[in-house]
């Protein structure tokens, strides 16, 4: 395991979000879903690419409260830019499940 300095933790912005909307990703390589997530007024809403189709249905997703990097850069996925990254843990079998907060939290609050 590698150690960071707090200073380096608190550069990573982990924000809460919703999935206002989630769509197949046909172009993806892998089986994955473009989610679009609202971090409220002050970040707005960004799309990220997530392979997480194993454990979720697009129906499912919408309205769901996430957590994401939201200070990565942009990165071109196929025909889609993804501007976040949805977090979630691989599971025995290796699926993702997402990491979400168990509460209602205001979108966009920052994890410190």
């Not at 707090?6 to 809460?16: H, M, Q």
């Not at 499912?60 to 942009?74: D, H, I, M, R, T």
Request: include cysteine.
């Amino acid at each position: 395991m590698t150690t960071i300095t707090w200073d380096e933790f608190v550069k990573i912005e982990l924000r809460v979000g919703k999935i206002i909307g989630a769509e197949i990703f046909p172009e993806a390589r892998k089986p994955a879903y473009i989610l679009h997530v609202d971090f409220g007024s002050e970040l707005g809403v960004r799309k990220s690419s997530a392979q997480i189709t194993q454990l979720y249905d697009c129906a499912e997703l919408v309205g769901k409260l996430v957590v994401a990097v939201v200070n990565f850069p942009s990165k071109q996925i196929g025909p889609m830019k993804s501007e976040c990254l949805v977090t979630g843990f691989h599971d025995a079998n290796g699926d993702v499940a997402l990491c979400v907060p168990d509460k209602a939290i205001p979108l966009g609050t920052r994890l410190l």
